[in-house]
């Protein structure tokens, strides 16, 4: 007869017991309840990262708007270029854009 080490004998012993607990209806709960609540923490986490990057790219636009304010005065003075207005006023725009579609999805998700 051969000889079973201990380390094998607790092996076997622990792969039964998983296979006991698995087929439990306590551990189906709790695996059920611990899926809900990562979604529903991932959820959040989404949501949270859209409305702080909405932020950043509001206070880029912001920053954008005061540049293009600033091209604009130098244009009509006479010291800049239209090039430059156009520049400041598109990044002012695209950026205000990113900014307020991002709030736009969040409102979506928190609307779910």
Do not use: C, D, P
């Amino acid at each position: 007869m051969a000889n079973v080490s201990t380390a094998r004998k607790l092996g076997i012993a622990a792969r039964i017991a998983g296979q006991q607990v698995k087929g439990s209806r306590t551990f189906g709960a709790v695996m059920s309840g611990a899926r809900a609540t990562l979604k529903h923490f991932a959820g959040i986490a989404h949501q949270l990262w859209l409305e702080i990057t909405g932020f950043a790219f509001l206070v880029f636009a912001a920053a954008g708007g005061f540049a293009t304010y600033r091209e604009y005065n130098s244009f009509h003075a006479g010291k800049g270029t239209s090039s430059h207005l156009a520049l400041a006023a598109g990044f002012t725009l695209v950026f205000g854009w990113f900014g307020l579609s991002s709030f736009w999805r969040a409102k979506a998700r928190s609307r779910r």
